[in-house]
Antibody, heavy 121, light 111 residues
Framework: EVQLVESGGGLVQPGGSVRLSCAAS????????MSWVRQAPGKGLEWVSA????????YYADSVKGRFTISRDNSKNTVDLQMNSLRADDTAVYYC??????????????WGQGALVSVSS | QSALTQPASVSGSPGQSITISCTGT?????????VSWYKQHPGKAPKLIIF???NRPSGVSNRFSGSKSGNTASLTISGLQAEDEADYYC???????????FGGGTKLTVL
C-alpha cells in the first residue's frame, strides 16, 4: 500500500524558514517523481514543486522560485521541501504527492494527509 | 486568479447528471491531453478521479467521465449520489511555468 506521511509543519514568523519532509513507503521510491501541492485556507490547490526520481531535475512555481528548494533522499525514501523567506501568503496545507507514472508531472494519484504551515508574527 | 477557469458552484438532484467545465488556453488544456480531475472533501486530501482527459484510475466509479473540446475540458458525473457532494478541481500540464496548473475549484451540492 502506497503511503505518504508529511511532517515538519507549524507556526513560523514572516521571513523565517521551515523544512517539510515526506516519508514514502509501499513502492519503489526512486522510480517515481514526487510533487508538493499546497492549499491556502479556504482556497484552491496550487502546484508548488516537483522533483524527478533521480533528483536530477527540479521544477518550481514562480511564486516560490528562489525561496523554496525541493530535494530527495532515495536511500531513506524521503522528499523534502526547504522553505525560506516565508511570507504570510505561504500559509497553507502542504501536500506531498506521487504520480501514477514515474515521470515528472504525471497525474497525482497518491497524496499525503498534508502538513499545515502558518506564517504569522 | 487561477490559471484554469471553473464555475464556483454547481448543483443537482440525486440521479441527475451534472457537468463541470474547465477552461484554459492552447498552452495547457488545449495543447495537451494531460487534463486531470480531483475530488476533495473538506479537510481531506484530494483524490484523483480522471486523468489524461478521460481515463479513470482503478476503483473510481464509471459514473465519472471526462472529455475535452478545444481549450475546455469537462467532468460529467451521472447518477448523482449524496457522496458526490465535494469540491472538484481540474488540472493540466502547461508548456511554460508553472508546469502544472489547477482550476479554482467547483463546489458540487447534491440537493
Amino acid at each position: 500500500e502506497v503511503q505518504l506521511v508529511e511532517s515538519g509543519g507549524g507556526l513560523v514568523q514572516p521571513g523565517g524558514s521551515v523544512r517539510l519532509s515526506c516519508a514514502a513507503s509501499g513502492f519503489t521510491f526512486y522510480n517515481y517523481a514526487m510533487s508538493w501541492v499546497r492549499q491556502a485556507p479556504g482556497k484552491g490547490l496550487e502546484w508548488v514543486s516537483a522533483i524527478s526520481g533521480s533528483g536530477g531535475s527540479t521544477y518550481y512555481a514562480d511564486s516560490v522560485k528562489g525561496r523554496f528548494t525541493i530535494s530527495r533522499d532515495n536511500s531513506k525514501n524521503t522528499v523534502d521541501l526547504q522553505m525560506n523567506s516565508l511570507r504570510a501568503d505561504d500559509t497553507a496545507v502542504y501536500y506531498c504527492a506521487r504520480g501514477n507514472r514515474g515521470v515528472i508531472l504525471s497525474p497525482l494519484e497518491y497524496w499525503g494527509q498534508g502538513a499545515l504551515v502558518s506564517v504569522s508574527s | 486568479q487561477s490559471a484554469l477557469t471553473q464555475p464556483a458552484s454547481v448543483s443537482g438532484s440525486p440521479g441527475q447528471s451534472i457537468t463541470i467545465s474547465c477552461t484554459g488556453t492552447s498552452s495547457d488544456v488545449g495543447g495537451y491531453n494531460y487534463v486531470s480531475w480531483y475530488k476533495q472533501h473538506p479537510g481531506k486530501a484530494p483524490k484523483l478521479i480522471i486523468f489524461d482527459v478521460n481515463n479513470r484510475p482503478s476503483g473510481v466509479s464509471n459514473r465519472f467521465s471526462g472529455s475535452k473540446s478545444g481549450n475546455t475540458a469537462s467532468l460529467t458525473i451521472s447518477g448523482l449520489q449524496a457522496e458526490d457532494e465535494a469540491d472538484y478541481y481540474c488540472s493540466s500540464y502547461r508548456s511554460h511555468s508553472p508546469l502544472e496548473v489547477f482550476g479554482g475549484g467547483t463546489k458540487l451540492t447534491v440537493l
